[in-house]
């Protein structure tokens, strides 16, 4: 029996949806690339979908801090985490919560993200603000 890539009604019904959700302003599942601006501020808005997750991810350098926050309209699972290997580690984590603020201070480079997941059975709108120093 050969396989074969799935092509056709199923790959136009994805791209459809994913259509739907970009117009909507809508996060099915994001992850979203940090590309921080000259005045080193990251900020943005988004909605999550129930059971959906969103991700911001960027590069950061030893000796660098962020100072971090931000707020939502349900409470979210949040975290800070980045990868050693195949290890994941957390400098930041707390379930259900709607809005909380830290510094995260870099000691090693690596590519960092800031992560929310929607448990709710509401879509959750989401403000978020980064500022690397």
């Not at 931000?70 to 290890?87: K, P």
């Not at 930041?92 to 809005?99: F, I, T, Y």
Request: one cysteine or more; aromatic letters at 8%.
């Amino acid at each position: 029996m050969s396989r074969r890539p799935v092509r056709g009604r199923a790959t136009a019904g994805l791209l459809a949806g994913a259509a739907l959700g970009l117009a909507a302003g809508v996060a099915q599942a994001e992850l979203i690339d940090i590309q921080w601006p000259d005045d080193n501020r990251f900020e943005r808005r988004l909605t999550l979908l129930p059971g959906k997750f969103a991700e911001l991810c960027g590069p950061l350098q030893a000796g660098q801090t962020v100072e971090w926050s931000f707020e939502a309209d349900q409470a979210l699972d949040f975290n800070i985490h980045y990868h050693v290997g195949s290890d994941v580690r957390y400098p930041a984590r707390q379930d259900r919560v709607a809005r909380l603020q830290g510094q995260l201070a870099v000691d090693s480079p690596q590519d960092h993200c800031w992560m929310w997941v929607n448990k709710t059975e509401a879509a959750a709108t989401l403000a978020v603000s980064l500022a690397r120093r």
